[in-house]
C-alpha cells in the first residue's frame, strides 16, 4: 500500500503531536498575579469533580484568599506554610447550594501535602465544600495519619500548582492580623478552567 507524502505528513502529525496530559488545568486570578494548577481527577476523583462544578457555578468569583499559615522571623524563601481561600467569608451565605464534598484521604489518593498542592479545608470528614488551601512547603502532616485533623484522616489533596508558586509566595508575605488572617483579604477575581 502506497501513501502520498501529504497522507504521511498528516499521519505522523495526528500520531505524534497534541499533548497527553489530560489532567484538567485551572487558572486563578488574583489581585497580586495569577496562577495555574492541574487536577487529578484519577487519584481524587470526588474532589476534582466537586471542586470543578463550583467553578463552572461562578462559586469562586469574587472571593479571597483569607488566611495564611507562615514561620514569623522565617525568610520568604525558607517559609512554609499555606493561603486558603473559598467564600468564606466573601459571599458564603449565597452558596448554600453548595453540596459537602465525600473525603478522599491520602491514605486512599496517595497524593501527599508537598510544596504546591491544592487541598479541600474542612472540619470533619465530608464537610469540605468551597473552601481550598496551597501548600507552601513540606505539608506532609496535614495527610492522613498526620497530626491534623483531630481524626487523623488528613485534608483531601487534588492539583498542583504548575506555575505561579512566586504569587502563592507573595500572598503569603501579605501583612497579617497577628493572628493567621490577612489585614486586607487578597481578591480571587475569578477561577476559570483552561
Known amino acids: 500500500m502506497k501513501f502520498s507524502l501529504p497522507v504521511i505528513a498528516l499521519i505522523l502529525i495526528t500520531s505524534c503531536g497534541g499533548p497527553t496530559n489530560h489532567n484538567p488545568q485551572i487558572r486563578i486570578y488574583t489581585s497580586v498575579g495569577d496562577m495555574e494548577a492541574e487536577l487529578y481527577p484519577d487519584k481524587a476523583p470526588k474532589t476534582v469533580n466537586a471542586f470543578l462544578q463550583n467553578i463552572d457555578a461562578g462559586v469562586y468569583t469574587n472571593t479571597s484568599f483569607y488566611r495564611v499559615l507562615y514561620y514569623e522571623g522565617a525568610t520568604t524563601a525558607a517559609n512554609t506554610g499555606l493561603v486558603q481561600a473559598g467564600t468564606w467569608p466573601s459571599d458564603n451565605h449565597l452558596f448554600s447550594f453548595v453540596k459537602n464534598i465525600p473525603h478522599e484521604?491520602?491514605?486512599?489518593?496517595?497524593?501527599?501535602?508537598?510544596?504546591?498542592?491544592?487541598?479541600?479545608?474542612r472540619t470533619t470528614a465530608g464537610t469540605a465544600s468551597t473552601e481550598f488551601f496551597i501548600c507552601i512547603g513540606d505539608q506532609s502532616t496535614l495527610d492522613a495519619g498526620g497530626n491534623t485533623p483531630a481524626d487523623k484522616q488528613g485534608f483531601a489533596a487534588f492539583g498542583q500548582v504548575t506555575n505561579g508558586m512566586d504569587i502563592v509566595r507573595k500572598i503569603q508575605i501579605q501583612p497579617s492580623n497577628g493572628g493567621d488572617g490577612f489585614k486586607d483579604k487578597i481578591q480571587v477575581y475569578k477561577i476559570i478552567r483552561l
Not at 484521604?105 to 479545608?121: D, K, W, Y
Open 105 to 121: 484521604p491520602t491514605s486512599q489518593t496517595r497524593l501527599t501535602h508537598t510544596n504546591g498542592v491544592l487541598s479541600m479545608a
